[in-house]
């Protein structure tokens, strides 16, 4: 674990290096933010419209048109989207939105069902509390997972623990650029469950006294801007001498006189994970 914690450090120094401290430091609190527990459940349910539209797209185009977003739903209260007619759902594909028939759809739907489940002044986020007291957080919330996509419409088992991850549920689901990492680190098998993954960003996390979110913001940071991308420039990685993948795929510039063989660099990084060699 302290090979793997030395391992972030370099990842947010080559963080800063590309993108500067300052705007280092905003992106990770951008992302702590974004996963914060919800307020109350005008908040919960922004979140969950924002997953929805977010489908396909990626967090960047929604949160551009965050504020139009907001207008067009009424600030997204549940009860007045619920409310929402064929009209308004038309003149929607004209405002400076993600103008999506289907999701604009959705989203009101699950406004009628959010505020059908809340008739009588219960809140929604008192449902998945109780909910929450048996679930397994351990495995990823599976039994939370289930009852939104019982409780609302175009949401699926990816959808729906993304929803949960935004409501504050770290191990609902991995983020996929920070997943993409540690796999290549061989930290992490490429099958193995979210809630693996996110076991080990929550151990580094708690070994140097951090928010996991803070963490695996910084991982996924790399992945998405740095040379972790789909597409991997590993010639330009920080981490090379450190990363099996990276190794595997530049021999020529990582000579056994000089670095680690491949089978070296495995070893090193499965113990840095705590798995067996």
Excluded at 16 to 30: K, L
Excluded at 240 to 246: D, H, M, Q, S, V
Aim: glycine share 6%.
């Amino acid at each position: 674990m302290r090979a793997l914690t030395a391992i972030v450090r370099m990842v947010e120094r080559s963080n800063e290096s590309r993108s500067g401290s300052d705007e280092t430091a905003a992106r990770v609190r951008r992302y702590v933010a974004e996963h914060d527990a919800p307020r109350d459940d005008r908040d919960a349910f922004a979140r969950l419209c924002c997953v929805i539209f977010a489908a396909g797209l990626g967090f960047g185009p929604v949160a551009r048109c965050r504020e139009a977003l907001e207008a067009a739903f009424c600030g997204f209260e549940p009860s007045r989207v619920a409310e929402l007619d064929e009209a308004r759902a038309t003149a929607m594909l004209a405002m400076p939105i993600i103008r999506n028939r289907a999701k604009i759809d959705a989203c009101i739907d699950n406004g009628r069902r959010w505020h059908a489940l809340t008739t009588g002044g219960g809140s929604y986020l008192a449902r998945v509390a109780a909910a929450a007291a048996d679930d397994d957080p351990s495995e990823g919330w599976p039994r939370l997972s289930a009852m939104l996509r019982a409780d609302f419409s175009r949401l699926g088992a990816m959808t729906a623990r993304l929803t949960l991850k935004r409501w504050g549920f770290f191990m609902a689901g991995s983020h996929p650029g920070a997943r993409r990492l540690l796999t290549r680190l061989h930290c992490v098998d490429a099958a193995a469950p979210d809630a693996h993954v996110q076991r080990l960003i929550a151990s580094l996390a708690q070994k140097a006294g951090r928010d996991p979110y803070s963490v695996e913001a910084s991982l996924a940071d790399f992945a998405a801007d740095g040379p972790c991308r789909k597409e991997p420039h590993c010639e330009r990685c920080a981490l090379l001498e450190r990363c099996p993948t990276g190794l595997a795929q530049e021999p020529q510039k990582a000579p056994e006189t000089n670095a680690r063989r491949p089978s070296e660099s495995l070893q090193t990084a499965q113990s840095a994970c705590g798995l067996p060699r």
